[in-house]
C-alpha cells in the first residue's frame, strides 16, 4: 500500500520527508527518558488505530497550501490515527495533538503538553487531563470532532519544526511541514471518498 504520496507540484520540496524512524525523532526533549517515553506512547497510541482499520476506503489526509496545491497527501483508514507535532517556540519541547479517522470525521482525540508554557493548559470539561509521569501531561478524551474536518496552520520555522506523524501498514512516518511551507499558511484537510469519486463512477 502507498503510505504517502507528494503531488508532482511539491515535487522539488522533498526535504521534508522522512521514513523510518519517525516517532522517535519527533520527541527532542532534552531528558532522553521523556523522549523513549513519548515516543513509546505515541507509537503505541498510533498502532491501535491500525488495528482497529479494518477496510480501506478511499479518505486521505491532505495538505494544502495557499494555492490550494497538495503539498502532502496520507491514505487513511477507518479508525487511523495521526498526530501533528510541533516544539514549543519558548520553552522548546515537543507538544502534540493527535486525531482519528472516526465515522467519516477528523477528530481531535488527545493531546500532550509538557509543561503549563505560554498558549498551553487544560480547559476543565474539555477531556482528562493526566499525567505522562515526568513532569507533563496527556489530555486524554477530548474527542471533538474538527469543524469542516479542516483546519489552517500558519507552519513555524525549522526550530519549531510542524511535523505530521503517523503508522501505516507496520511502519512509522514523518512529515517535517516546516521543511516543505515555514512561513506559509496551510490547510490539513480531511478528503472523504465521495470527494474522490469522479462523476462516470457514480
Known amino acids: 500500500m502507498n503510505v504517502a504520496s507528494?503531488?508532482?507540484?511539491?515535487?522539488?520540496?522533498m526535504a521534508g520527508w522522512a521514513k523510518t524512524?519517525?516517532?522517535?525523532?519527533?520527541?527532542?526533549?532534552s531528558r532522553i527518558s521523556l523522549r523513549r517515553l513519548l515516543a513509546g506512547a505515541i507509537a503505541g497510541w498510533l498502532g491501535l488505530g491500525a488495528l482497529a482499520a479494518d477496510a480501506i476506503d478511499g479518505a486521505k489526509l491532505a495538505v494544502l497550501d495557499a494555492s490550494g496545491q497538495t503539498l502532502v497527501e496520507v491514505p487513511l483508514e477507518p479508525g487511523m490515527r495521526w498526530c501533528l507535532g510541533w516544539n514549543h517556540s519558548?520553552?522548546?519541547?515537543?507538544?502534540l495533538d493527535c486525531y482519528r479517522y472516526q465515522q467519516g470525521r477528523m477528530v481531535l482525540e488527545r493531546?500532550?503538553?509538557?509543561?503549563?508554557?505560554?498558549?498551553?493548559?487544560?480547559?476543565?470539561?474539555?477531556?482528562?487531563q493526566v499525567s505522562d509521569g515526568r513532569g507533563g501531561y496527556w489530555i486524554e478524551n477530548i474527542?471533538?470532532?474538527v469543524p469542516g474536518d479542516r483546519y489552517t496552520l500558519r507552519v513555524g520555522s525549522p526550530t519549531v519544526d510542524h511535523r505530521l506523524l503517523w503508522q501505516a501498514a507496520g511502519d512509522e512516518h514523518r512529515v517535517s511541514l516546516s521543511e516543505l511551507a515555514a512561513g506559509e499558511r496551510v490547510t490539513l484537510h480531511l478528503i472523504k471518498p465521495e470527494a474522490l469519486r469522479k462523476p462516470d463512477d457514480v
Not at 7 to 13: L, N, T
Open 6 to 13: 507528494l503531488s508532482r507540484s511539491a515535487g522539488k520540496r
Open 21 to 29: 524512524p519517525a516517532l522517535p525523532s519527533c520527541c527532542r526533549a
Open 90 to 95: 519558548v520553552r522548546k519541547f515537543p507538544v
Open 111 to 128: 493531546s500532550h503538553q509538557p509543561d503549563f508554557a505560554a498558549g498551553l493548559g487544560h480547559t476543565p470539561g474539555r477531556g482528562e
Open 143 to 145: 474527542d471533538e470532532p
